[in-house]
């Protein structure tokens, strides 16, 4: 004989195989629980004393039972009301039931039918749930016969076993779904980023590195091209094989190194100068100041004349960073600079000046007698702004 499966019906999205069989075996285990219930009060129908109100109990909960198998539903709030329902049939006992049912607490109306409740909130809420219902229960029980007693507390063990076992098995089931999603997910994350990576080899990456060859033959602005046709090869070659690439990372929950922030903006437009050792700051802190910069070469190559060259200088001074850009061009006055902020051209004192002192530093301008302009910018490696 194979073993029953879960239905479609019991096990639904984002379900474990295991909660699911629970959830349907609590359907059925109702229904056996209310024909357990009904031939415990047909035995003991002689010596009851109310046997008609007896039946009115045990009707009303094999109705809960097959609405609860026909419609399955598995929120807290309708087993709640179910625990209600089976506190007030176990309640009932002490004036419907025979003397040794109603006082010596031997049995209840519903019978086993008062585990139910309790394996519902095991199902839901774990051992914690389990564990709370069954001692809810417990004191039901207690209620109903009026005292503490060996019937009652006997019962009350096994339900409290029972809420706790299969609650600790259902957190169990659900870590391991857990788990077993997100190792899927995995999966299909490297499979679908080996699809990506066939298609970007032979395609973008092949005509980034073509670009970058080139850009390096023929030099000046092409070059500058070329670099940057090779940073984001380099890019998409660590994203495609799943390498770890400290720049990528960093963009999200790490620090950047400025020096190779730079290489990109400075390849053929300057010399760069920095230390030996990292220069680290935050991912944002890092794009203002690249925009900076960049902002300072394009006035360079504008403005500072054919043949000017130009050199950006890092220098780490520990809780601060200094970040120079200086030309040997033909110069340009304060006076200049400002005439043409005036006449709505903001290069300097909005992509310069602005960026740098939105992060809590200044921006300086010194003017050479005989040409050349040298851009100082002065940042906080943390906020302070």
């Known amino acids: 004989m194979g073993v029953v499966q879960p239905t479609r019906r019991e096990v639904r999205e984002g379900d474990s195989l295991v909660i699911g069989a629970l959830w349907g075996a609590l359907r059925v285990y109702r229904l056996l629980a209310v024909v357990y219930a009904v031939w415990g009060a047909y035995v003991r129908r002689v010596d009851m004393a109310r046997p008609d109100l007896v039946a009115v109990v045990l009707g009303l909960l094999a109705l809960w039972s097959a609405y609860m198998y026909v419609s399955a539903r598995r929120d807290l709030g309708v087993h709640l009301i179910e625990m209600a329902l089976v506190a007030g ?20 109306v519903p019978g086993v039918f008062q585990s139910v409740p309790v394996i519902g909130a095991a199902l839901i809420l774990g051992w914690r749930g389990g564990l709370i219902v069954s001692l809810i229960m417990t004191a039901v029980m207690i209620l109903q016969v009026g005292r503490v007693d060996s019937e009652p507390v006997s019962n009350a063990g096994l339900l409290i076993m029972l809420g706790v ?11 391991e779904q857990l788990a077993l999603r997100r190792a899927l997910a995995k999966q299909a994350e490297i499979a679908e980023r080996d699809r990506l990576a066939r298609t970007v ?8 590195a073509f ?17 940057l046709a090779a940073e ?31 290489q990109v903006p400075v390849a053929g437009m300057a010399t760069l100068v920095a230390p030996h050792e990292p220069v680290e700051i935050d991912p944002r802190r890092a794009r203002e100041i690249v925009a900076a910069v960049e902002a300072a070469l394009d006035n360079v190559r504008r403005h500072a004349g054919e043949g000017a060259r130009a050199w950006v200088l890092v220098d780490d001074l520990g809780a ?8 040997n061009g033909v110069g340009v006055s304060q006076e200049a600079l400002d005439a043409a902020a005036g006449r709505g051209r903001l290069g300097v004192s909005s992509s310069i000046s602005s960026r740098i002192e939105d992060l809590g530093g200044r921006a300086t301008y010194v003017f050479g007698p005989g040409g050349g302009t040298t851009v100082e910018m002065w940042v906080p490696k943390v906020g302070r702004e």
Request: hydrophobic content about 45%; some cysteine.
């Open 232 to 262: 984001q090869e380099m890019q998409l070659r660590a994203l495609a094989s799943g390498a770890s690439l400290p720049e990528l990372e960093a963009t999200v929950d790490g620090p950047v190194d400025v020096r190779r922030s730079l």
């Open 89 to 108: 049939a176990i309640l009932s006992t002490r004036w419907i039931d025979t003397p040794a049912a109603a006082l010596d607490g031997i049995t209840t």
């Open 211 to 227: 670009i970058h060859r080139r850009g390096l033959d023929l030099g000046g602005e092409a070059a500058r091209l070329g670099e």
């Open 201 to 208: 080899h032979d395609g973008v990456l092949q005509a980034l």
């Open 165 to 175: 076992c299969l609650g600790y098995g259902a957190d169990i089931a659900r870590k």
């Open 320 to 327: 601060d960073l200094v970040v120079t850009v200086r030309d």
